[in-house]
């Protein structure tokens, strides 16, 4: 990591452009263009410090854990747990078991709908979410309301891109089982209260999941702070790996939970005469072999954005999120969508009118920049605001400002009707949309 630090942290002045040399895949370019990337909502890049980790892992300590009573077996296992440890001191939960790693938050909250919310939810209850949420934060409660004839409450938003906390208090009632809430829109950035809606649902004796995923880049996270219950995030999207994620709970709600798949290392033994006997948690909830490098390279992320600082890191985020907004209220036909002045986290979603976004998307592609254009795996909050999709940019720590003026360029460029048959990505809008990115 670059050695540019003021008392121990890296001034948020100089975060961008120093921490660049950190991610060798931004060294690419792309014909004439260096790589603007702006996607970092879908999956941010990952600095050498991951990367070494992980290749460090497989170099000198690759084999299974748990289960080899030999020296390199018990040296994997006790990096494995001691990544759990990094992440359960990064996110302050009390217990190191309160730590499930899952593949991602999508397995993490598909997870708790087939295992806790199975056990609590049945054909009299409600489930409340918000109409922002990711559908990954959707989806897997709709259809356990499905399954059980539950009713799923979905919370309105604001005109402004907001859930108003009366509002998703006045949703909680004697028939609500569970509460699945964003801590920041993936579409907007938009922070929600989380503490005070938490705190809303427990004098109900709710229990609340919170959907971490956009969150956990941007600002240091306080699950006994928070109050929740159940926590979740995925590792790419803090410059981990993919296929890591994190599931936390309350040791005395995850002590509850059955096996959500069985197999090798959820049982303590097994006779054809006997009841199965599993293993306390996390292990049983962590069947087969694990993403071992995973859960060490995401400890290695955790160390690394700790080691910048937070409030580097947020100060870096508002700095750029300001900029973005200034430069895009000066061109012609652009509009933000959302509210600016709420403060969002890291993103800045927009539509040009009179362009698809996905033309927008593929004209900034032939600048070297990086968006995400569509309706980010939210279609009920996109439909809250009119549009058929919006371009979303969104942040990391090494983003410039003078990326921020390449945009600006460019948009002053795009033009309705400009999309040539030239374009790579043509034959990805003359067929079906793809399906957007997985938490």
């Given at each position: 990591m670059?050695d540019?630090?003021s008392n121990?942290?890296?001034?948020p002045?100089?975060?961008?452009?120093?921490?660049r040399?950190?991610f060798p895949?931004?060294?690419?370019r792309f014909?004439?263009?260096p790589l603007?990337?702006?996607?970092?909502a879908?999956t941010?890049q990952k600095p050498r410090a991951?990367?070494d980790?992980?290749v460090?892992y497989?170099?000198g300590?690759?084999?299974n854990?748990?289960r080899?009573?030999y020296?390199?077996s018990?040296?994997a296992?006790?990096?494995?747990?001691a990544?759990r440890?990094?992440?359960?001191?990064?996110?302050?939960?009390?217990?190191a078991?309160?730590?499930?790693?899952?593949?991602?938050t999508?397995a993490?909250v598909?997870?708790?709908?087939d295992?806790?919310?199975?056990?609590?939810?049945?054909?009299?209850?409600q489930?409340?979410v918000t109409?922002?949420e990711?559908?990954?934060?959707m989806l897997p409660w709709r259809r356990?309301?499905?399954?059980?004839g539950a009713e799923?409450?979905v919370?309105?938003?604001g005109a402004g891109?907001?859930?108003?906390?009366?509002r998703?208090a006045?949703?909680?009632?004697?028939?609500?089982r569970l509460?699945?809430v964003?801590?920041?829109s993936?579409?907007?950035?938009t922070?929600n209260p989380?503490?005070d809606m938490?705190?809303?649902a427990?004098?109900h004796?709710?229990?609340?999941?919170v959907?971490?995923?956009q969150a956990?880049?941007?600002?240091p996270?306080?699950v006994?702070?928070?109050?929740?219950?159940?926590y979740?995030f995925?590792g790419h999207?803090?410059?981990?790996?993919?296929?890591?994620g994190?599931l936390y709970?309350?040791?005395?709600?995850?002590?509850?939970?059955?096996?959500?798949?069985?197999?090798?290392?959820?049982?303590?033994g097994v006779?054809l005469a006997e009841?199965?006997?599993?293993?306390?948690?996390?292990?049983?909830l962590?069947?087969?072999?694990?993403?071992?490098?995973?859960a060490?390279?995401?400890?290695?992320?955790?160390?690394?954005?700790?080691?910048?600082?937070?409030?580097?890191v947020?100060?870096?985020?508002?700095?750029?999120v300001e900029?973005?907004?200034?430069a895009l209220?000066?061109?012609s036909?652009v509009?933000?969508?959302?509210?600016?002045?709420?403060?969002?986290?890291?993103i800045?979603s927009f539509?040009?009118d009179g362009i698809?976004?996905?033309d927008v998307g593929g004209?900034?592609?032939r600048?070297g920049?990086?968006v995400r254009?569509g309706?980010?795996?939210?279609n009920?909050f996109i439909?809250?605001?009119?549009e058929?999709?919006t371009?979303r940019?969104?942040?990391?720590?090494?983003?410039?400002e003078?990326?921020i003026e390449?945009?600006r360029r460019?948009?002053t460029?795009?033009r309705?009707g400009?999309?040539?048959?030239?374009h790579?990505?043509?034959?990805?809008l003359?067929?079906?949309p793809?399906p957007?990115?997985q938490h």
């Amino acid at each position: 990591m670059t050695d540019l630090v003021s008392n121990g942290k890296i001034s948020p002045s100089i975060l961008g452009e120093s921490v660049r040399r950190d991610f060798p895949i931004l060294e690419q370019r792309f014909g004439p263009n260096p790589l603007v990337y702006l996607d970092n909502a879908a999956t941010a890049q990952k600095p050498r410090a991951v990367l070494d980790a992980m290749v460090n892992y497989y170099t000198g300590l690759n084999s299974n854990i748990g289960r080899g009573y030999y020296q390199l077996s018990m040296a994997a296992t006790d990096a494995y747990e001691a990544a759990r440890d990094t992440v359960r001191r990064a996110i302050n939960a009390e217990h190191a078991d309160e730590v499930v790693f899952t593949p991602g938050t999508t397995a993490a909250v598909n997870l708790l709908a087939d295992t806790f919310g199975r056990s609590i939810v049945t054909a009299e209850d409600q489930v409340v979410v918000t109409g922002m949420e990711h559908n990954s934060n959707m989806l897997p409660w709709r259809r356990l309301c499905e399954s059980t004839g539950a009713e799923l409450v979905v919370v309105p938003v604001g005109a402004g891109g907001r859930v108003a906390l009366d509002r998703f208090a006045a949703a909680l009632g004697p028939r609500v089982r569970l509460a699945a809430v964003a801590q920041v829109s993936n579409v907007l950035g938009t922070v929600n209260p989380v503490r005070d809606m938490i705190a809303a649902a427990h004098r109900h004796g709710i229990p609340v999941l919170v959907d971490g995923a956009q969150a956990v880049p941007h600002r240091p996270v306080d699950v006994r702070d928070l109050g929740a219950d159940f926590y979740c995030f995925s590792g790419h999207k803090i410059y981990g790996p993919m296929g890591i994620g994190v599931l936390y709970g309350k040791r005395e709600l995850l002590s509850r939970l059955e096996p959500y798949q069985v197999g090798g290392g959820t049982v303590k033994g097994v006779t054809l005469a006997e009841p199965v006997a599993y293993v306390p948690v996390p292990a049983r909830l962590e069947a087969g072999t694990p993403h071992i490098a995973g859960a060490i390279g995401l400890a290695a992320a955790f160390d690394y954005v700790h080691g910048l600082g937070w409030d580097a890191v947020q100060r870096h985020d508002d700095l750029l999120v300001e900029a973005t907004v200034e430069a895009l209220q000066g061109i012609s036909r652009v509009r933000i969508i959302g509210d600016p002045a709420a403060q969002p986290s890291g993103i800045v979603s927009f539509v040009v009118d009179g362009i698809h976004p996905y033309d927008v998307g593929g004209h900034l592609d032939r600048h070297g920049v990086a968006v995400r254009s569509g309706v980010h795996c939210a279609n009920l909050f996109i439909d809250t605001f009119g549009e058929v999709g919006t371009v979303r940019l969104s942040f990391a720590v090494y983003n410039t400002e003078a990326e921020i003026e390449v945009v600006r360029r460019a948009l002053t460029t795009v033009r309705p009707g400009f999309w040539t048959h030239e374009h790579p990505t043509e034959r990805f809008l003359a067929t079906e949309p793809s399906p957007e990115n997985q938490h």
